[in-house]
């Protein structure tokens, strides 16, 4: 590196859209962030805002990812947009996120052809968004060019469960031929909240052992074992594991095979269990503010769809803890985990066999901060961890150009 890595461009592009954060890693400051959305489809729109400036999806020409990143880039350099920065010159690095690493990539990668050729054998493990990134990263090279790229990956903190945890009961062929094992999701947010847990709990990151819950649309349940993944609840791809919003988690397999034989093809299937399942199809909505207030106005099929999504979150947590030995924390993150006290109760009562117990005032009162909601007498605490993903991003591709 000729030049010191100050400000980090963080860019989560899919193959329509291209979201953006701007942080100066001096002081791990988020600076400005926005959004292109309906790239290459017409009517795009633009979002940003900084610390005295915002406007929201304005009509933009966005034909492209390089077109979409070109307006992040002179946003970011207009002083009557907040003007954080004075050129383009002044963006030291970008980082990507990427979904799928496989078991290529364990740790973040600084991109080049063959990083590149890499991640692009990894889009049929992830077809919807692989694609996405790689034009989101191809764009970002055409309009930045000579700057540091860094790929952070989704799987990347998962790579250290063993094959107990990994491997499906299936023909060892399908894992080596196919790629067909668990690789697990949301890893940036596992390993942000595991990374600030330790802080919480006095402990070096490397002797923690916490069961991580990343609740939200998707959600996924992770053991962590001297700060390592050592299981997770998401699979092969992100329907696996618990009840989600549109996503049933986990179900007997046999079913996808029974519906195809009787007239459903894989493609019915596919968006039946992505799209049609999860909350959604047992109450109606995917939305957990919706589905708490139906609870709360007697809606019998709301109050279903809760018991069943905590139902499932208890699940792995039970197995997790009795697989880790020695449970540290419970840590709560996510849209859900930050925010929906009505869930979060739901949960720890259906965790009252493991002798933990709820401190109801601290619950509620808990909103997208840091704090303990278990009782003073928990068996396990449980803490709220807000997660910070395009921090993550950041600080991942501050360090490796910064070793
Ligand atoms: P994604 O997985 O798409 O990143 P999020 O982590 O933002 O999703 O989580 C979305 C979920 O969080 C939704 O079910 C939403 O209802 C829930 N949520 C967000 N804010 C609140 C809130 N204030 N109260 C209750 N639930 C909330």
């Known amino acids: 590196m000729s030049h010191t890595v100050r400000n980090v461009l963080v860019v989560n592009a899919g193959s329509s859209s291209l979201k953006f954060m701007l942080f100066d890693m001096s002081q791990e400051r988020m600076l400005a962030k926005g959004q292109v959305e309906r790239i290459g489809i017409g009517d795009a729109l633009f979002t940003f805002s900084t610390e005295g400036f915002s406007e929201k ?17 002179d946003a970011l350099t ?6 954080c920065l004075k050129s383009f010159a002044d963006i030291d690095a970008v980082g990507h996120r990427i979904v799928h690493g496989g078991e290529k990539y364990s740790k973040p990668v600084r991109l080049d052809e063959h990083a590149l050729k890499e991640i692009e054998k990894l889009s049929p493990l992830a077809p919807l968004h692989n694609p996405g990134a790689l034009q989101g990263i191809r764009g970002c090279e055409q309009v930045l060019p000579g700057v540091p790229h860094v790929a952070v990956f989704d799987t990347a903190f998962h790579q250290t469960m063993p094959e107990e945890s990994y491997l499906y009961a299936l023909p060892r062929e399908l894992h080596d031929k196919l790629g067909v094992r668990k690789y697990g ?5 596992h390993r ?11 402990k070096p990151s490397d002797q923690v052992n916490l069961v ?20 997770t609840s998401m699979g092969m791809t992100p329907l696996a594991g618990v009840v989600m919003g549109t996503r049933s988690g986990d179900v007997d397999p046999a079913i996808a095979f029974y519906l195809m034989k009787n007239g459903y093809s894989a493609d019915d299937v596919d968006a039946l269990f992505n799209k049609q399942g999860g909350v959604k199809a047992l109450c109606g909505s995917s939305d957990m503010r919706d589905v708490c207030s139906a609870c709360e106005a007697g809606n019998r099929d709301a109050q279903v769809a809760l018991a069943r999504l905590v139902h499932s979150y208890a699940m792995y947590v039970g197995g997790y803890v009795a697989l880790l030995g020695r449970t540290d924390a419970i840590i709560l993150t996510g849209g859900i985990g930050e925010n929906s006290w009505e869930t979060r109760q739901a949960f720890l009562k259906a965790l009252s066999g493991l002798g933990i117990t709820l401190d109801e005032a601290a619950n509620r009162a808990t909103r997208g901060v840091e704090a303990t909601i278990s009782g003073k ?11 910070n993903e395009e921090l993550m991003i950041a600080r991942e591709t501050f360090t490796i150009l910064n070793p």
């Open 57 to 73: 999806q304005t009509p933009c020409e966005a034909p492209n990812h390089a077109a979409a990143i070109r307006l992040a880039c």
């Open 78 to 83: 207009a002083p009557a947009k907040g003007g």
């Open 185 to 189: 999701f949301h890893g940036t947010s």
């Open 192 to 202: 942000f909240v595991t990374e600030r847990a330790a802080e919480i709990l006095g």
């Open 212 to 231: 991580t819950c990343h609740l939200g649309n998707g959600s996924s349940i992770t053991a962590v074992k001297g700060g390592k993944c050592f299981d």
């Open 377 to 387: 007498d928990s068996a396990i605490p449980v803490i709220v961890v807000p997660t």
